[in-house]
């Protein structure tokens, strides 16, 4: 039975309105058991949410493309960037930070990019799930989303060493989606991909610009293959 004035249903969990509502996300509005809740709950700066983050390995997908849910993150111990962009978003809510995402599009050689948003004296900074050295964790100190975005510019490149960040979104706020969308699915969460996919994106750079861009040179990529979580080798 749906929840009525704000009770939990059937789930354990409270209604999706209701708790869209508030400030500091309580276990039962996210459907947690109490130890998932308590290692959110613990995570209590981006600080300490960015380095669970670089301590859970790198869902490499293999068996086919997922988008796990935080509760199946925290079940598998694997994630990448929107899972753990969505992980992040909500440690934050839980100490009553709004859980914010902005999605990084580029040109179609290469891969998105989602990030968790947070604030920290008028200035914004990101929590980042990603397995190699760019693209990572950015302190507070851009003024505005466009210069946050465009910190990841040099780095974000494809195989061939040209540069492809094209696009930033305007902010998401996840509690928009129903916990059961992207706290608690057993399944994919292709719905909650979709909504922060399809968000408005602002352009970075002119197609002026882009044919003044130069590639990254043969040091650089060489210096990017260092990865955190090598892909395990088949079995023999």
Not at 82 to 90: K, S, T
Not at 104 to 109: A, G, R, V
Not at 203 to 216: G, N, Y
Request: aromatic share 8%; with cysteine.
């Amino acid at each position: 039975m749906a929840a009525v004035n704000g009770k939990a249903n059937g789930n354990g969990r409270a209604n999706g309105s209701v708790a869209a509502r508030r400030r500091f996300a309580r276990r039962e509005d996210l459907g947690l058991s109490k130890s998932q809740f308590a290692t959110l709950e613990r995570l209590d700066t981006p600080q300490k949410i960015q380095a669970y983050l670089n301590a859970t390995p790198i869902n490499h997908e293999i068996g086919g493309e997922t988008v796990l849910s935080v509760r199946e993150v925290l079940r598998q111990r694997r994630a990448h960037c929107i899972e753990g962009a969505m992980f992040a978003a909500a440690a934050l809510w839980v100490h009553g930070e709004p859980p914010l995402v902005m999605h990084l599009d580029c040109h179609e050689s290469d891969f998105p990019h989602v990030i968790t948003l947070f604030r920290r004296h008028g200035a914004w900074g990101a929590i980042s799930k990603t397995n190699g050295t760019p693209l990572r964790y950015r302190d507070p100190i851009y003024r505005t989303l466009r210069e946050l975005a465009l910190s990841y510019f040099h780095e974000y490149f494809n195989r061939r060493g040209h540069k492809t960040l094209r696009s930033y979104s305007t902010t998401f706020d996840m509690r928009r989606l129903d916990p059961e969308d992207w706290i608690t699915s057993e399944k994919s969460c292709w719905a909650a991909h979709d909504r922060i996919t399809d968000l408005r994106h602002y352009p970075l750079i002119s197609r002026r610009q882009e044919k003044l861009l130069t590639k990254r040179d043969k040091f650089e990529r060489k210096a990017a293959k260092l990865v955190e979580y090598p892909r395990p080798k088949p079995p023999a």
